[in-house]
Nanobody, 117 residues
Framework: QVQLVESGGGLVQAGGSLTLSCAPS????????TGWYRQAPGRQREYVAL???????IYADSVKGRFTISKDRASNTMSLQMDRLKTEDTAVYYC???????????WGQGTQVTVSS
């Protein structure tokens, strides 16, 4: 069983920056897709950014140009650099990986990001 440990959330003023990190609890041979999702109160979980095994990145329109997803291939640690944060970015952020041929899905525990005006 793989566990994902998240860190880096917190409180920041609008216009500020935060970096989220997510590390797996053990070595993983093949990660198909790595992603960040978020869930605001009263809303469904939505994807924020994805990075494929080949390195292709995909961003939600709401964060394009402000957020950057990356992954360290050696450690499989993934990061989400969030710049020019807005109050509407306030949510619990979750990392996710799809592993192996079956694309087994694993989630982090979530980290709160709060952006104040």
């Amino acid at each position: 069983q793989v566990q994902l440990v998240e860190s880096g959330g917190g409180l920041v003023q609008a216009g500020g920056s935060l970096t989220l990190s997510c590390a797996p609890s053990k070595d993983i041979t093949y990660i198909h897709t790595t992603g960040w999702y978020r869930q605001a109160p009263g809303r469904q979980r939505e994807y924020v950014a994805l990075i494929t095994q080949a390195g292709t990145t995909i961003y939600a329109d709401s964060v394009k140009g402000r957020f950057t997803i990356s992954k360290d291939r050696a450690s499989n640690t993934m990061s989400l650099q969030m710049d020019r944060l807005k109050t509407e970015d306030t949510a619990v952020y979750y990392c996710n990986i799809l592993v192996g041929i079956r694309r087994d899905s694993y989630w982090g525990q979530g980290t709160q990001v709060t952006v104040s005006s």
